[in-house]
């Protein structure tokens, strides 16, 4: 409870811990957005997920496709258009990434929304193993961290 303190307390951390919590609950929703808005591109009969045991892959593309519906049923948390309008468009260095992914599906719409619906065409977005792998990832770490916080929350909230 001490470690949490010193790094969320607003005290503490002279305003700077709210801002930490703020931080974390915004990249959980860009992740969540862009797991909502690739969901047509998983669902190309053409995409396969090659996990080394063919018998198991439509069995885990179904299972992702789940997921992924799932993350679309949540409400519209933020528009990804106004992430960097205006004059200044730096970005700043994408430093994982599993946020990186996320922001090519954020800023990819036209293209998932236009995907073939025939295995001949082969699509303009196209992620990469890696990009799939590192999304999820990103995803399920991101997703334990606010877990954890709602965790600690509470031991706060009983510890006073």
């Given at each position: 409870?001490?470690?949490?303190?010193?790094?969320?307390?607003?005290?503490l951390?002279v305003?700077?811990?709210?801002?930490?919590l703020r931080?974390?609950?915004f990249?959980?929703?860009?992740?969540?957005?862009?797991?909502?808005?690739?969901?047509?591109?998983?669902?190309?009969?053409?995409?396969?997920?090659?996990?080394?045991?063919?018998?198991?892959?439509?069995?885990?593309?179904?299972l992702?496709?789940?997921?992924?519906?799932?993350?679309?049923?949540?409400?519209?948390?933020?528009?990804?258009?106004?992430?960097f309008?205006?004059?200044?468009?730096?970005?700043?260095?994408?430093?994982?990434?599993?946020?990186?992914?996320?922001?090519k599906?954020?800023?990819?719409?036209?293209?998932?929304?236009?995907?073939?619906?025939s295995?001949?065409?082969r699509?303009?977005?196209?992620?990469?193993?890696q990009?799939?792998?590192?999304?999820?990832?990103a995803?399920?770490?991101?997703?334990?961290?606010?877990?954890?916080?709602?965790?600690?929350?509470?031991?706060?909230?009983?510890?006073?």
């Amino acid at each position: 409870m001490s470690e949490f303190r010193q790094r969320f307390d607003s005290d503490l951390t002279v305003g700077e811990g709210p801002k930490r919590l703020r931080n974390l609950y915004f990249l959980y929703l860009i992740e969540l957005r862009a797991l909502a808005k690739v969901l047509p591109f998983f669902k190309q009969p053409s995409f396969r997920l090659y996990t080394g045991r063919p018998e198991e892959d439509q069995k885990h593309k179904e299972l992702l496709l789940d997921i992924l519906q799932l993350a679309r049923s949540f409400p519209l948390h933020f528009d990804e258009t106004s992430l960097f309008a205006g004059d200044e468009k730096e970005a700043g260095k994408l430093k994982t990434q599993g946020l990186g992914t996320a922001l090519k599906i954020l800023f990819s719409e036209r293209q998932i929304e236009a995907l073939p619906q025939s295995k001949e065409q082969r699509p303009s977005f196209q992620l990469s193993r890696q990009e799939v792998v590192s999304l999820l990832n990103a995803f399920g770490r991101i997703s334990t961290s606010v877990k954890e916080l709602k965790t600690f929350r509470s031991l706060l909230a009983e510890e006073r």
